[in-house]
């Protein structure tokens, strides 16, 4: 367990900016079954850009995701864009996904840094930011990562170690990093088993 930035991404994910000109961009999205469970997804032309788990018990997925894109025309259907980010996380990050984000330069910033987080590993909000005075800050942008598990925000914990502060909630949080710790590959006996809610 590192508590440090990696200096290369934690698997092939590359994040397209969002242009004020992409508000414009019709918004593709269903539901689909992947390894953590029922997950919204949705995409541009240019790439994910949403991805939220539809769980019971947590915040409503697509509530969340109308607040986000309510304002876009948003047609219910399947896309490859989609289907590529499906087998990126049924196969736990073997392969690549394409995201297009919409959000402020600093959020932008801090989820490309959350993405050098490597599996398996957790970060303070201090160290994400750059400094404690930052963690705050940083925590309200990692709370605001439109992409479930691939930009990994659940990596990210209090500098006292707490798995708390997930916009998805604390159980899941606990879930997806236990599951990982189980599964890096310096664990012996290693089946990267799935992971269900």
């Known amino acids: 367990m590192t508590y440090k930035l990696a200096?290369?991404?934690?698997?092939?994910?590359?994040?397209?900016?969002w242009l004020p000109e992409d508000d414009k961009l019709p918004i593709e999205f269903t539901f689909a079954e992947t390894s953590f469970g029922r997950v919204l997804i949705a995409n541009t032309s240019k790439g994910v850009c949403y991805m939220g788990p539809d769980i019971v018990g947590t915040m409503d997925v697509a509530q969340d995701f109308n607040k986000r894109f309510g304002y876009a025309r948003c047609i219910e259907r399947k896309s490859a864009l989609q289907q590529q980010a499906?087998?990126?996380?049924?196969?736990?990050?073997?392969?690549s996904v394409i995201l297009h984000l919409k959000g402020t330069p600093y959020q932008t910033e801090i989820w490309r840094k959350l993405l050098h987080i490597p599996f398996g590993n957790v970060l303070s909000y201090?160290?994400?930011?750059g400094d404690k005075?930052?963690?705050?800050?940083?925590?309200?942008?990692?709370?605001r990562n439109p992409i479930f598990w691939i930009i990994?925000?659940?990596?990210?914990?209090?500098?006292?170690?707490?798995?708390?502060?997930?916009?998805?909630?604390?159980d899941i949080k606990n879930n997806l990093?236990?599951?990982?710790?189980?599964?890096t590959p310096d664990q012996a006996e290693t089946d990267h088993t799935d992971l269900s809610f």
């Open 7 to 17: 200096e290369t991404p934690w698997a092939e994910i590359k994040i397209l900016d």
């Open 86 to 95: 499906l087998e990126f996380m049924n196969r736990h990050a073997d392969g």
């Open 133 to 143: 005075c930052y963690a705050r800050a940083a925590g309200n942008a990692t709370g």
């Open 126 to 129: 201090a160290t994400l930011g």
């Open 152 to 170: 990994p925000c659940h990596r990210v914990v209090n500098t006292s170690g707490r798995f708390d502060r997930y916009f998805w909630g604390g």
């Open 177 to 183: 990093l236990a599951w990982e710790f189980a599964n």
